[in-house]
């Protein structure tokens, strides 16, 4: 009954009313309450990919639309453009059809690889956890690390074996943990929500400030921030506390 009152109210004049009461509920339920595919354990990233295949694979969510859209203005026609963790392709295949690039991915999972290899992708398996300088076929003119270095115990390691293979820029997205969401959730004595199936998808956290400080510590300079998601008007007024996520533009710091 309740499923038919959904599909009958995403097809009626009532639908923009019932998305946004839809999507303040989520959010309601975030503050208080953890997944309903919670669990604990390790992440196996080809059970991930089994589960996805039944769905999403290969598809865009609004969410990672509007980070592909971020992605494929900071590159410029012609440019050689590797993306780390590429997953199920569908960002890297975006940017491939709204910009002439030169593309190129590696991710950790067989089937990820299998399935961007049968979209025509260039995608090589590798372990980004492991020396990437093996992997690397560079110079590229970007390398893009999209909601990967949060996942890694070593980030700091990654983006400096990085340096010698890129010509323009590292380009990173991460979620903000300063986000007032997330400070909320804090305050109801519940660490920020930013994972799926198990709180052991993320190893680092940053805030606006965290990043920034980070990064110069590490010899970068922040050449362009974009918050791509959060509070629409407020992110880009106030984003440390009400923009989700940044992509952000690093390039060496000048001595």
């Not at 590798?126 to 110079?139: H, T, V």
């Not at 820029?169 to 660490?191: A, Y």
Request: with cysteine.
């Amino acid at each position: 009954m309740a499923e038919r009152l959904k599909v009958a109210l995403r097809g009626s004049p009532l639908r923009p009313v019932y998305l946004w009461l839809a999507t303040r509920y989520r959010q309601l339920r975030r503050l208080f309450l953890y997944p309903e595919t919670a669990r604990v354990g390790a992440v196996d990233y080809d059970t991930y990919w089994d589960n996805k295949a039944v769905g999403t694979l290969g598809q865009l969510s609004p969410w990672r639309r509007k980070r592909a859209q971020v992605f494929t203005d900071l590159v410029s026609a012609g440019d050689r453009v590797l993306d780390l963790g590429v997953g199920d392709g569908a960002l890297l295949r975006y940017m491939l059809d709204h910009k002439a690039i030169e593309a190129y991915g590696l991710d950790v999972s067989p089937k990820a690889v299998e399935f961007c290899r049968a979209q025509g992708l260039q995608v090589d398996l590798a372990d980004i956890n492991q020396p990437i300088s093996a992997f690397l076929r560079g110079p590229y003119d970007y390398i893009i690390c999209s909601e990967i270095i949060e996942h890694l115990p070593d980030p700091e390691g990654l983006l400096n074996s990085l340096r010698p293979f890129v010509r323009k820029g590292i380009i990173v997205s991460i979620p903000n943990t300063g986000f007032h969401q997330h400070r909320l959730r804090l305050l109801f004595g519940r660490f920020p929500l930013q994972w799926v199936v198990t709180p052991g998808e993320h190893l680092r956290f940053w805030t606006r400030t965290d990043f920034h400080w980070w990064s110069h510590q590490l010899g970068f300079a922040i050449a362009r921030e974009i918050p791509y998601e959060g509070t629409p008007w407020l992110k880009d007024i106030w984003p440390g506390l009400f923009a989700a996520a940044f992509v952000y533009l690093l390039v060496e710091a000048r001595q």
